[in-house]
Structure formats: structure tokens, C-alpha cells
């Protein structure tokens, strides 16, 4: 027993590091550390498969997929259409509060993609105002039920397997309605910080483009400032790139040369300012550089070529339009447009052609693009239907008649024969990276408890706040799980942090139901950085926000809720 501790220890250690160090793919990573634990005989092969087939797990991609047809409702178009109305916050209110309705029930991915488009092309209220708002209504939203949030059921699934009774579908909600209530209160506190690129017109969109220069261009041979591209304006040149070499911080007296590409950080608008310039080519490819007008697009979250450079996936081939530009927040990117690694919420600038609007891929690969509505509606009876059978099956699933995973197969297989879903939607939606990191979870979990590295792990904690008690221990495992949510990802904090709590709970022999909660709302709290939630990432772009915005927001956001959920939890779940 005390080798497999060492060998765990290290594989835990191992994981740990490149979570927090690396860009690595936690799919990857977890993937990778449940099967060296097979290789080195910690686990048996049919104990770490059958992780992978957990009802809660099955439960969550079920929700996902069967999602499809929720969003194609008539229920979100009239959410959207809700927003036209009232003051600013009067509209703020009833996005937070259907958002964190609907995100209560279905994946809140999904909410928030359904709503960039119409709240990015509203005419009453700045976007920037209210993208940030979605996102974090749809996270408290996800506190409400057990179906709320995908660490819900992934906290119900550790649960269940360490031995205790599942949560029920109501458990989470008295403590989430008044997260979601204090956390509402905050945001529209908070919105006078938020950025207002509505009514801010010296505000410079910070794009990334480039140009190249061309050969026989009078720019050759002449310096950065005799050609006069140091004082442009809104347009900052931050580097040239020559061949496989970079130059950055460049200086008046750079001199230019034939195929040079150079690197523009600023106002999108300042594209033609640049066309002025003899052979400095804004987009490369003629046929493209006739188009009549520049199309704004944002990566959606089930893009294919995610983690892909657009040189890699051959962007102009496969959309038939050139990226001339790129934005990410107000990230500084770095090196050739080409070789950049696409985010899920990136906001690209495209020359299209003609057939790109005609492509039928758009809507899986982009959440916005300007001028097109990219959703695929459903009739008023086909929506009733959808939302119809959705109500019946967790209601059904609600009081114990028919299982939710049982009945949520029957309505998906209901849905894929009417054909209100496909085949090929459901396949480039399918939650691949979120099955191998759940079920890598749960088996590495069970193996720390089964092992008796968590009690170990416990009593080394039990030493530094046995004199808090377990309110104290509470405590720690909330902030810790908060901290890991922000800096990693919600679903591998909660796994990182569920054996501990519980191994903590049963050190102090008390009820581990408290420390199982704070790890579930703990693993929900990610508002200060863009990037430890998927739709903080999303609106990012979509809503010209710096990660101050986030921060100035968040923060208060993020210790309002934290007092309030601390508060509730021991209430509802005493000790």
C-alpha cells in the first residue's frame, strides 16, 4: 500500500505540475495519468474503463446533446428579444435572470452562444455592457440544480462512488438562488465599471493584422519612418517579420525589404490607410481583395480547429475568405497571422468571397458572424414539442419515476428520428474532451481514497487546521477549489479537489456532504479571468474586454459570492 502511495503521489504530483504549468490539454493529461496508473498496476482495466460509462457522466453528455434542441427553440428567440427593451439595468435583470433560468436546466455554453449574436447587434444597449453580465448570470445559473453545471453532476458521480448517497435534483438549489440573487444585486452594482464601446468612440478595437510587402513596392529599402508607418493612426507596428526571423520593438530606423510582413496592432478601420501604401498587401490573394466589405466573426467553442494555426487548417481553402486581422480581448498576440493558435471566442476580421456565406459549416464553426443570423430555429409546435418532452422527463426523473439518464436517451432518440437533431450535429458536439476528463477523474479520485493517499493527504491538513475545526477545513476547501477553478479548469478542480474534502470530512468525523458542496459552488466560482471558464472565454472578444474588466468585476463578484455560499451551505448541510 505504501508503494502505490508513492507511485500515486508521484503520477498526482506529475498531473498537478502540467495543470498549472503547461498548456498542455488537461483531456490529455488526465487521460495520460489514469493509464500510467493501469501500466503501473494501480488500477485494473475493467475498474478504469467502467469510470467512463458513470451515470452522471452519461447523464451530463446526454444533457448536452439533447441541449441541440433546446437552443433551436423559440424560447431563447424570445429571451433575446426581452433585451430590446427598458432601461440598462432593467434589461441586465431579465437577461440575468432567464440566462440563469434557462442555464439551470441546459448547458449554459449553449445560453450564451445563442446569445451573442443578438445582444453583439443590439441597438438600445452597448454589447460590452451586457456579454460580461451572460456569462455571469449563466454561471450562478448553473448552481441552481443538479443538471445545472457540468461539476454538479461530476461532484454527484465522486459522491456516489466514494460510497455516499447521490444528491438530489433540488440539493444545490436554496443555497443557488441566493448566490444567484446576491451575485445579480453585485453585477448591477458593478455595471458603471464596465467598459461602454457603445458610446466610448476613441475607444481603438486592438485587431492583429498584417501586411506584406510586396516586390518592386517603393517601401524597399527605405526606413520605418522615411516610408512614414511610425506615426499612423490607430495603428501601432509591432514587428516585422522576415523570413523565420521575428524583430520586435521596431525602430524608426528599421529599413524595409521585399517580402517583409508587417505586424499592425489597432483599429480595424484603419485597414484602407494601409492599402495606400505601394505594394503593401492587406490581403494576398486577388480575387479576395475585391470584396465589397470586411465580415466580423467569433470562434464558437465547438470549433474543430481549436488549438490549430490558421496556416494549419488552409483557412482560406476551407472558407473561402482571408483572415486579415485577429483579436483576442486585448491580448498582445505574437508572430505571423498565420501562426496563430485559434481560441474558442476569437474575433476574426475576414475578406470573404461570395461563397462563403453560402458554406455549411458556418454555424458550427463561428457564434457570430456579422450580419447573418447563425441559428436554426424551430417552428412554434416543433419548439413546444422539444420543450414539452424536456419538462416531462425531469419531472419524471424529479420524483423518482423514471431515471433521468433512461429518459433523457428515449427524448434524444426522439429528437435524432424526428430529425430535430442530426447525426452530424450531435457527432461535432459530442463532449470528447469532457468524457476523458470526467471519467480520468473519477478513477484517479477513487484510486486516492482507495489507496489511502487522501487520508493522508487529510491528516497533514488536519494538522495545519485542526484548530479551526471543520468550519475551518470548510473554508480551505472552498478557497482552494476557487483558486484551482480560476487557474486551471472548473471540472479538474472539482476533481483535484474532491478527495481531499471528503478524506478532510471523514478526518474530522463529520457529515461530508458540507465540504462535497463547497467543492460543487467552489468549482462554479470562476469570474476574474477570461480563461478559467468557457463562456467567460467566449464573450471576451465579442465584448472588446481587457482582463481588468474582468478583475474589476470579478473580484467583488467573486468574494460576495464566496461569503454568501459559505454562509448558506453549513445552514442547509449542517455539520
Given at each position: ?503 478532510l470530512a471523514v478526518g474530522f468525523g463529520v457529515d461530508p456532504l458540507p465540504f462535497i458542496m463547497a467543492v460543487a459552488f467552489g468549482a462554479s466560482a470562476s469570474f476574474i479571468s477570461p480563461f478559467g471558464y468557457q463562456t467567460n472565454l467566449m464573450v471576451y472578444s465579442a465584448g472588446n474586454y481587457r482582463i481588468r474588466d474582468y478583475v474589476t468585476v470579478g473580484v467583488p463578484l467573486s468574494i460576495i459570492y464566496s461569503i454568501t455560499v459559505l454562509t448558506l451551505i453549513p445552514l442547509v448541510f449542517p455539520f
Amino acid at each position: 500500500m505504501l508503494v502505490d502511495q508513492i507511485i500515486l503521489t508521484g503520477i498526482m504530483l506529475a498531473l498537478v505540475v502540467c495543470l498549472f504549468g503547461t498548456r498542455l490539454n488537461p483531456a490529455w493529461l488526465f487521460v495520460s495519468a489514469i493509464g500510467i496508473s493501469y501500466l503501473t498496476g494501480l488500477i485494473e482495466l475493467e475498474s478504469m474503463l467502467v469510470n467512463y460509462a458513470n451515470p452522471s457522466l452519461i447523464t451530463l453528455v446526454l444533457l448536452i446533446l439533447v441541449s441541440i434542441a433546446i437552443e433551436k427553440t423559440t424560447l431563447v428567440q424570445k429571451l433575446a428579444s426581452t433585451l430590446a427593451s427598458g432601461s440598462l439595468s432593467k434589461s441586465v435583470m431579465k437577461l440575468g435572470l432567464s440566462t440563469a433560468f434557462l442555464s439551470s436546466f441546459t448547458n449554459n455554453t449553449a445560453v450564451v452562444a445563442s446569445l451573442i449574436s443578438t445582444i453583439k447587434e443590439s441597438q438600445t444597449h452597448s454589447p460590452s455592457k451586457l456579454l460580461l453580465p451572460l456569462s455571469y448570470t449563466a454561471i450562478l445559473g448553473g448552481t441552481l440544480t443538479l443538471i445545472g453545471t457540468s461539476t454538479n453532476l461530476i461532484v454527484n458521480g465522486f459522491a456516489v462512488d466514494a460510497g455516499m448517497a447521490p444528491l438530489g435534483f433540488f440539493d444545490f438549489t436554496l443555497v443557488g438562488i441566493g448566490a444567484l440573487l446576491v451575485g445579480l444585486l453585485t453585477i448591477l452594482l458593478l455595471l458603471k465599471f464596465l467598459p461602454d464601446h457603445g458610446t466610448e468612440s476613441e475607444e481603438v478595437v486592438p485587431f492583429y493584422l498584417e501586411g506584406k510587402v510586396a516586390f518592386g513596392s517603393k517601401l524597399i529599402g527605405r526606413t520605418v519612418e522615411e516610408n512614414g508607418l511610425r506615426d499612423l493612426k490607430d495603428l501601432f507596428l509591432a514587428e516585422i517579420i522576415r523570413g523565420e526571423r521575428r524583430i520586435c520593438a521596431v525602430t524608426p530606423q528599421q529599413e524595409i525589404r521585399q517580402g517583409d510582413v508587417l505586424l499592425f496592432v489597432g483599429d480595424i478601420k484603419s485597414v484602407p490607410l494601409l492599402r495606400q501604401f505601394d505594394g503593401l498587401q492587406v490581403v494576398h490573394d486577388k480575387h479576395e481583395k475585391d470584396a465589397e466589405h470586411l465580415v466580423e466573426v467569433v470562434v464558437s467553442q465547438s470549433s474543430k480547429y481549436i488549438g490549430k494555426t490558421i496556416k494549419e487548417i488552409r483557412f482560406r481553402e476551407q472558407f473561402h475568405a482571408a483572415v486579415i486581422a485577429i483579436r483576442r480581448g486585448h491580448d498582445r498576440l505574437q508572430g505571423g497571422l498565420g501562426k496563430v493558435k485559434l481560441q474558442a471566442g476569437d474575433s476574426l476580421i475576414l475578406a470573404p468571397s461570395s461563397d462563403f456565406y453560402e458554406l455549411p459549416d458556418l454555424k458550427r464553426e463561428f457564434v457570430y458572424i456579422s450580419g447573418l443570423d447563425l441559428q436554426t430555429h424551430l417552428t412554434q409546435k416543433q419548439s413546444n414539442h422539444v420543450l414539452l418532452g424536456f419538462a416531462a422527463v425531469i419531472g419524471l426523473g424529479i420524483f423518482d419515476i423514471v431515471p433521468l439518464v433512461k429518459g433523457l436517451m428515449v427524448l434524444l432518440l426522439a429528437l435524432v428520428a424526428l430529425g430535430t437533431i442530426k447525426v452530424n450535429e450531435m457527432k461535432r458536439r459530442f463532449p470528447i474532451e469532457l468524457l476523458a476528463i470526467v471519467g480520468s477523474a473519477i478513477g484517479l479520485a477513487k484510486l486516492m481514497i482507495d489507496t489511502g493517499l487522501a487520508s493522508k493527504l487529510s491528516d497533514a491538513l488536519f494538522l495545519l487546521l485542526g484548530d479551526f475545526g471543520p468550519y475551518g477545513a470548510f473554508i480551505a476547501i472552498f478557497v482552494m477549489t476557487v483558486v484551482f477553478t480560476e487557474l486551471i479548469t472548473n471540472n479538474a478542480a472539482a476533481a483535484l479537489s474532491f478527495p481531499v474534502a471528503y478524506a478532510l470530512a471523514v478526518g474530522f468525523g463529520v457529515d461530508p456532504l458540507p465540504f462535497i458542496m463547497a467543492v460543487a459552488f467552489g468549482a462554479s466560482a470562476s469570474f476574474i479571468s477570461p480563461f478559467g471558464y468557457q463562456t467567460n472565454l467566449m464573450v471576451y472578444s465579442a465584448g472588446n474586454y481587457r482582463i481588468r474588466d474582468y478583475v474589476t468585476v470579478g473580484v467583488p463578484l467573486s468574494i460576495i459570492y464566496s461569503i454568501t455560499v459559505l454562509t448558506l451551505i453549513p445552514l442547509v448541510f449542517p455539520f
